[in-house]
């Protein structure tokens, strides 16, 4: 059987192929249901064209007149399809040029009938069938040309919203009209039809029908071609090769024109380098290694899905509730879940330096001694935070890694994890399943997951230390009222000590002093009592009290210390804390008293408005500046007086507030100040706490 035979049989079954799937393919077009689009009638007359026009050619040959007519009608109606892809975005009527191109081109096939018929009349010449065929050839070519300029018009024209529907019937008609231009072009140049090209005819017929089912497909947008890594790089190598040897062939058909021996010489020439390449490049793993990942960093796709995997990641770093594992037990698995990793491990600092064993996933017979790193590996992963994989450690940096760590052949990659140019912590990944080497891409994913598991855990660290840092504080916060009140005491001691060397023998005096050493008493032991309850809200225990008797107990109190008047005594009852309360206005009067010189009295003051109660403290002391009071006056240990705690009206305030009330102030420098405690009657707290309820819950 002879070539041309061969090729002749090749043909026969791809054309019937090819009409068998355009059959199919029309058929699964014409039962679709949903909106049609507006090329849907053109695209199914057209494949069904072309069913018939693989079925002529299967049957009578390509060269048939049944054959050359049908071609003719294809592609008139392959034109129609073209002008209706126009008609998606209304691009047929806004760009006039179309319809004109679109119609001469349809012209210009309309004379391949006429040209079939003449050849026909007058084909027993040779010369006239030479011709008639030139012309016909060179006509289909011109058309296929515009018919690409006009679909390079259509898909760059295009929105991006339109190339998602135009992908892929552009696809088709592009591949189907470039492969009809290289036809008739090396028909024209060698006056006859490449065999090896007509019997593909059927196949293309087949690829352009099914690339429009993939087309007319309502989740067409979504497809994408994507190769594995494997065959890319394969089509790649062969690509590059292919391209070897078209330069050698080009170059050695060049210097073939200076004369044998030059052509010899470039043989050799060639051969030598060839040897020499791949002596060199084939045995290199780094060679290869390093070709490899710039062919997939720069030219494919990548294999991870980022958006996927950094979903995963914070569903597991974020999970919570009662039975979610420990943060280290977390993270370890984020990791070993963007690897597909079998298990994964995780070392954090331990109290006495050094990194311990904090989380294990999936690794429970994992064994970390005391001492797993030096200390200069450890600084060496915190200066770089390169990701190391323990199978190049164990090829030949055998001394990098640990050796309890390289002898664990499941041991795969140790990552560090720095957060802010220190190292948190070091995560070691378990081999996958599936053995593999790390390629740029895991490195780069690694060291980018393992920054922000630093983050996360430093985040943790640093909340912890708040934690405890805030029960120290507390602690000290209590301590810092215990004293507080103590030093009142002692102030108030210290003033009975004084005025006992000049009176003590005056009876009343006496007396007096007994009674403020009882009461003192009385206060010691409630400040033990209440010792417990330091830093409390002071609304506990809230129910009605007279402001009035409030401040007369307060003035009685520091009798025979300092002068202490009521000078306005409304009776009114407040819905408070009594005890809370009366610790408050301690703190005030006695702020008072430190401020006013030793004769002038501290006035207290009760008044009522119908719904609010209040008590103002007032003294002629040295008074405080707009700025102090308020960006100083009521943080805690910050204080106007030398060696005061800077407590007292902090914890007035949050006293009173905490029984929902609240505390005013006004000062002057050199003129006194003036304190308002201002609290809600009992009698009208119901209809406050109602409104404010009412106004947050339409807020």
Not at 96 to 102: H, M, N
Not at 374 to 396: F, K, S
Not at 415 to 422: A, D, K, N, Q
Not at 490 to 500: G, I, P, T
Request: proline share 4%; charged share 20%.
């Amino acid at each position: 059987m002879g070539h041309a035979s061969i090729w002749q049989l090749v043909g026969f079954f791809l054309n019937l192929g090819g009409a068998v799937a355009c059959a199919v393919v029309v058929l699964v077009l014409a039962k679709r249901s949903g909106q049609p689009r507006r090329e849907r009638s053109a695209v199914i007359a057209a494949i069904a064209l072309s069913a018939a026009w693989c079925v002529t050619n299967a049957a009578w040959g390509p060269g048939t007149s049944w054959a050359g007519l049908i071609d003719s009608a294809r592609n008139l109606a392959w034109l129609l399809v073209l002008y209706r892809l126009f008609g998606n975005d209304g691009r047929d009527h806004s760009l006039a040029p179309i319809r004109p191109l679109v119609f001469v081109l349809a012209l210009v096939e309309c004379l391949q009938p006429a040209i079939l018929v003449l050849d026909l009349r007058f084909g027993h010449s040779a010369p006239v069938h030479a011709v008639a065929l030139s012309i016909s050839v060179l006509l289909r070519a011109l058309v296929a040309v515009g018919a690409l300029v006009l679909l390079h018009n259509l898909y760059a024209g295009a929105s991006s919203v339109s190339r998602q529907v135009l992908r892929w019937p552009a696809a088709a008609l592009a591949g189907m009209w470039a492969w009809q231009l290289n036809l008739y072009a090396l028909t024209w140049i060698g006056d006859n039809f490449p065999p090896e090209l007509v019997a593909l005819r059927g196949l293309v017929a087949g690829m352009v029908a099914v690339l429009f089912a993939i087309g007319a497909n309502a989740r067409a947008a979504e497809l994408r071609i994507l190769p594995s890594r494997t065959v890319a790089f394969q089509s790649l190598s062969l690509l590059v090769i292919g391209g070897y040897l078209v330069a050698i062939t080009l170059i050695a058909q060049s210097l073939s024109l200076l004369g044998d021996g030059v052509t010899r010489l470039a043989q050799v020439g060639f051969l030598f380098a060839a040897a020499t390449f791949a002596i060199l490049w084939l045995p290199s793993k780094r060679v290869r290694g390093w070709l490899r990942v710039k062919a997939f960093k720069h030219l494919f796709q990548h294999r991870y899905d980022y958006r996927a995997e950094w979903l995963r990641f914070t569903g597991t770093i974020g999970r919570a509730g009662p039975d979610a594992p420990a943060l280290p037990i977390r993270a370890a698995q984020a990791l070993a879940d963007i690897t597909d990793s079998r298990g994964a491990v995780l070392l954090l600092p331990a109290d006495e330096g050094g990194l311990a064993l904090a989380g294990c996933w999936q690794w429970s017979d994992f064994r970390v001694p005391a001492v797993p790193f030096e200390t200069g590996l450890l600084a060496w992963l915190e200066r770089t935070g390169t990701v190391v994989e323990l199978d190049e450690a164990r090829d030949g940096q055998e001394g990098l890694m640990p050796d309890w760590l390289v002898r664990d052949a499941l041991a795969w990659a140790v990552v560090p994890l720095v957060h802010f140019g220190r190292l948190v912590g070091v995560a070691i990944l378990a081999r996958p399943p599936i053995a593999r080497r790390l390629d740029w891409e895991d490195f780069d994913l690694l060291k980018v997951v393992g920054r922000q598991l630093a983050s996360y855990i430093a985040e943790q660290a640093g909340h912890e230390a708040l934690i405890e840092a805030s029960r120290f504080d507390e602690f000290n916060r209590r301590m810092a009222f215990v004293m507080h009140d103590i030093k009142n005491l002692a102030s108030q001691l210290s003033l009975l000590a004084r005025n006992a060397e000049r009176h003590a023998d005056n009876p009343e005096f006496r007396a007096d002093m007994l009674v403020t050493l009882t009461k003192s008493v009385g206060k010691l032991n409630a400040l033990i009592a209440r010792l417990g309850r330091y830093g409390a809200t002071g609304g506990a225990a809230r129910a009605p009290v007279d402001l009035a008797l409030v401040a007369e107990r307060i003035a009685e109190r520091y009798a025979g210390t300092h002068p202490v008047e009521v000078t306005r005594a409304d009776r009114c009852l407040v819905l408070a804390d009594s005890e809370a309360l009366e610790q408050a206005l301690v703190h005030l009067v006695q702020n008072g008293i430190d401020a006013s010189p030793p004769d002038m009295p501290v006035y207290l003051e009760v008044s009522c408005d119908g719904l609010q109660g209040r008590l103002e403290v007032v003294d002629s002391g040295t008074g405080m500046s707009p700025q102090f009071v308020r960006e100083k006056l009521f943080r805690p240990f910050v204080s106007s007086k030398d060696g005061g705690f800077g407590i007292g009206a902090f914890e007035a305030r949050e006293l009173i507030r905490a029984m929902g009330g609240r505390l005013d102030v006004e000062s002057r420098e050199g003129l006194g100040t003036r304190f308002a405690a201002v609290l809600p009657l009992s009698a009208a707290a119901g209809f406050i706490g109602g409104r404010q309820t009412a106004q947050e819950e339409a807020a």
